[in-house]
């Protein structure tokens, strides 16, 4: 009985709220649509990962199949490397990129010239901006084994010239370093913006106390940011299987395959070259399961043992 009433005074209220509200309530109309129209609607194609899909026959007409491309999918030996590859990458990706904006931030932060800081802030994020197309071909470019600017000092040096878009030992470092050029400046922004909301008068405190920079840096500013240092971490935990795709997609070759063919390269070459559509949606749907579950299991562990979480 107390549930059934818990639920009339919901719903209750909710109504009073429409009601009152009503003109804030019709803003959200085309947000909702769109996210329903471009998000859960084609959820349905979900179905082709468990049928054997054929594109003339169409999604209600193809065969049913079960769990027969999750099978596939788990005994082939292509996708436990691509697996593995894709682990690998991100891993790096975070354990070396993650921190890199939170301490440029902290300098950018401790710098007292603004004009100079606002110059700094500016160059790093313009990066952000371009396509991965274009950094590609500058990266080629810049790191060319014939005539590349960093071969050429290489070569001027003594050395020998690294062939880094064909070599499987250095391709992983191109891409991490092109990854942390491209989007680094544009990640420090959230930590910017993050500083701004600790109280001066906690700085004061400190100055007064006798703490210097560094001691307000690791008792005030640290975690002061702290809980959108979280949040940005298990947020980026959900996309681990993501690893750059269109990254590695205008970047790699058949030569560095081995070391940077990931999940989501595999399922472009595998759905659009091969035509495999059922098998690619059950990688993607392995994909999107394997990420929910990261962010589910992330926040619970900040909640248990940090005691806060991003719900």
């Known amino acids: ?15 009073t709220d429409l009601k009152r509200d009503w003109d804030l309530y019709a803003l959200l109309i085309p947000g909702v649509s769109l996210l329903l129209l471009f998000k859960y609607a084609p959820m349905y194609g979900i179905t082709i990962a468990f049928k054997d899909f054929n594109i003339f026959d169409g999604y209600a007409a193809s065969p049913w199949v079960g769990w027969k491309h999750f099978a596939k999918l788990f005994s082939s030996p292509d996708f436990l490397h691509v697996f593995e590859n894709t682990v690998i990458i991100s891993f790096l990706k975070i354990g070396i990129l993650f921190p890199l904006p939170i301490v440029i931030a902290l300098m950018l932060n401790e710098l007292r010239l603004m004009l100079f800081k606002r110059v700094v802030q500016t160059v790093i994020y313009l990066p952000h901006f371009l396509s991965w197309v274009i950094v590609s071909g ?78 307000q840096l690791w008792h005030i500013t640290l975690p002061g940011i702290a809980p959108i240092i979280l949040l940005m971490f298990i947020l980026r935990l959900g996309s681990i299987l993501e690893a750059g795709t269109e990254q590695i997609l205008v970047m790699y070759n058949p030569t560095v395959y081995k070391v940077s063919d990931v999940i989501g390269t ?20 392995f994909e999107s399961v394997i990420a929910f579950t990261l962010v589910i299991a992330g926040n619970a562990l900040s909640r248990k043992y940090l005691q806060r979480g991003i719900w």
């Open 1 to 15: 009985m107390k549930s059934a009433s818990a639920k009339r005074g919901y719903f209750a209220k909710l109504a």
């Open 266 to 285: 595999y399922v472009y070459r595998m759905g659009i070259g091969n035509q495999d559509y059922s098998f690619t949606t059950a990688v993607g749907v």
């Open 138 to 215: 500058l990266f080629i470019d810049l790191l060319s084994s014939n005539g590349g600017l960093v071969n050429k000092a290489l070569t001027a040096l003594g050395m020998e010239p690294i062939s880094f878009f064909l070599d499987n030992s250095v391709f992983r470092g191109v891409l991490i370093t092109s990854a942390g050029w491209k989007e680094t400046g544009w990640s420090t922004i959230v930590y910017l913006a993050a500083f701004a909301t600790i109280d001066p008068g906690l700085y004061e405190a400190a100055k007064i106390d006798g703490a210097g920079r560094m001691r």
